[in-house]
């Protein structure tokens, strides 16, 4: 029990994927505008992620292993996400058209958004169990939604903030990404857990 709190811990904070590893930043960048959009996006992505990390660790440890047909973990968890991501797609079509308008050509991105392959392959490298893979992939999700819902708010409150020209759009919000991973550095070492 205490692992799994040290790896959700790792995880969600001190190893954030967007603000410690830099994965994922395509969505983070560009569907962090408002944050019902941003929260519709950390939601997929958690959906994907954890779902993509269940099946994946299945395939690895008793498809791709058994056979020693481990180089092809690449190919397999792409076709995997891709198909997650296509259900994703489907669903919010039918279901959510106004969400799926408003996430536009980024849902489809999730199928190569390199945080969802990243958080499979690190729960392969890291040896984690099932139930530690689980617990990582929500993890790195929920830290996913958290960095993105932040970029959300603030980047609707520099809308109406009174910044130069030159700096409205990405570049303040490149800005904006490099302080908030320099504040995440500051976790670092917390509880004894390093990047």
């Keep these: 029990m205490n692992n799994l709190f040290l ?11 967007i603000l410690m590893r830099f994965l994922g930043l395509c969505p983070f960048f560009g569907v962090s505008k408002e944050i019902k959009t941003a929260t519709s996006m ?13 099946i994946t660790w299945f395939l690895y ?9 481990i180089y092809l973990r690449t190919v397999v968890f792409i076709l995997v996400i891709a198909s997650l991501v296509q259900f994703l797609e489907l669903f919010f079509k039918k279901q959510l058209p106004a ?61 109406i903030a009174p910044i130069p020209r030159a700096l409205k759009g990405l570049p303040i919000a ?3 990404a490099a302080l908030m991973g320099i504040a995440f550095l500051g976790f670092s070492g917390f509880l004894g857990l390093s990047i």
Excluded: H, Q
């Design 99 to 159: 969400l799926y308008s408003a996430l536009g050509i980024f849902l489809p991105l999730i199928t190569t958004n390199c945080v969802i392959l990243g958080v499979a392959f690190l729960t392969i490298d890291n040896k984690f169990n099932l139930i530690e893979g689980i617990v990582f992939a929500i993890s790195n999700g929920l830290g996913f939604l958290f960095a993105i819902i932040l970029m959300g708010a603030i980047r609707e409150r520099l809308e």
């Design 174 to 176: 490149f800005i904006v």
């Design 61 to 69: 440890n008793y498809v791709l292993v058994p056979l020693n047909l």
């Design 7 to 17: 790896i959700f811990l790792s995880a969600f904070l001190i190893n954030n994927v």
């Design 42 to 54: 950390g939601m997929s992505v958690i959906f994907v992620m954890t779902l993509a990390t269940v």
